[in-house]
């Protein structure tokens, strides 16, 4: 997901700087039949923007996830969600 965001940022002229874009994710299991099985992925993005870029940003972010080919191929078997802090840097 976090390359597919990337990618939907640059489309949109954002360019951020050295550093600025971190992602996190987290993965929970649950034990099925005594194999334990992934159900739920969670993303966390922490992005230091550009000023006046917050507009261009949340749209590349509501809708990164449905071009995720790896969410879509997860789509039904696996929760995929994601959180974002942005920041906008001077």
Request: charged letters at 30%; proline letters at 5%.
């Given at each position: 997901?976090?390359?597919?965001?990337?990618?939907?940022?640059?489309?949109?002229?954002?360019?951020?700087?050295?550093?600025?874009?971190?992602?996190?994710?987290?993965?929970?299991?649950?034990?099925?039949?005594?194999?334990?099985?992934?159900?739920?992925?969670?993303?966390?993005?922490?992005?230091?923007?550009?000023?006046?870029?917050?507009?261009?940003?949340?749209?590349?972010?509501?809708?990164h996830?449905?071009?995720c080919?790896?969410?879509?191929?997860?789509?039904?078997?696996?929760?995929?969600?994601?959180?974002?802090?942005?920041?906008?840097?001077?």
């Open positions: 997901m976090a390359g597919t965001l990337v990618a939907a940022l640059e489309a949109r002229q954002v360019k951020l700087e050295e550093g600025a874009f971190h992602a996190e994710a987290e993965g929970l299991n649950e034990v099925r039949d005594g194999l334990p099985v992934l159900t739920e992925i969670r993303v966390r993005y922490r992005l230091r923007i550009p000023p006046g870029t917050r507009e261009a940003v949340e749209r590349a972010l509501a809708r996830s449905q071009r080919p790896t969410a879509q191929s997860l789509e039904g078997a696996v929760t995929v969600s994601w959180s974002a802090e942005l920041e906008e840097i001077a």
